[in-house]
T-cell receptor, first 113, second 109 residues
């Protein structure tokens, strides 16, 4: 099992550009989520999904879109990148809910200039 | 007030020492409690869940005090490999998790 994979590992964008961060898991987990981690702050939930076709907003959803067309994939789209979106992004999955053990991907380090 | 508060540290301890971290949470509806470990520039990984009666996993002991709304983690006989950031994680009364900013531990020879 590869677990949770994320691509790319690093990305530099210019303000206004859009991009998609990819996340996939091969553990047949129902629950998937995206977090961002900034210095001096805990991980903050951006969006989450409790199963294919179902997504919902977390604490900091503005500027991001998600979709969940399959159980395995949960891409995060940045619509128009801003410097405030410079961060480390982690995708996570768990068996059923947010209260189960979360398995994190290795992260994507994004810089917006 | 932050929903989950931790002392950021760093805690610098010699090998073999016992070290304890505390974490306080503000939501009395929280029901699920965890400690995650995060190595530098890596993803968080579950260290242990925290149960009401307290629980132990080898050198690690976690305790929960619901009345005072705090969680603790005790590490005995510290190893160099224990050097990491320890994240206190609590659910918000629903399925969403709230992460603390972490406590950094540095174990020296």
């Amino acid at each position: 099992n590869a677990g949770v994979t994320q691509t790319p590992k690093f990305q530099v964008l210019k303000t206004g550009q859009s991009m998609t961060l990819q996340c996939a898991q091969d553990m047949n987990h129902e629950y998937m989520s995206w977090y961002r981690q900034d210095p001096g702050m805990g991980l903050r939930l951006i969006h989450y999904s409790v199963g294919a076709g179902i997504t919902d907003q977390g604490e900091v959803p503005n500027g991001y879109n998600v979709s969940r067309s399959t159980t395995e994939d949960f891409p995060l789209r940045l619509l128009s990148a801003a410097p405030s979106q410079t961060s480390v992004y982690f995708c996570a999955s768990s068996y059923v809910s947010g209260r189960d053990e979360q398995f994190f991907g290795p992260g994507t380090r994004l810089t917006v200039l | 007030r932050k929903e989950v508060e931790q002392d950021p540290g760093p805690f610098n301890v010699p090998e073999g020492a016992t070290v304890a971290f505390n974490c306080t949470y503000s939501n009395s509806a929280s029901q699920s409690f965890f400690w995650y470990r995060q190595d530098c520039r890596k993803e968080p990984k579950l260290l242990m869940s925290v149960y009401s009666s307290g629980n132990e996993d080898g050198r690690f002991t976690a305790q929960l005090n619901r009345a005072s709304q705090y969680i603790s983690l005790l590490i005995r006989d510290s190893k160099l490999s224990d050097s990491a950031t320890y994240l206190c994680v609590v659910n918000d009364g629903t399925d969403k998790l709230i992460f603390g900013t972490g406590t950094r531990l540095q174990v020296f020879p």
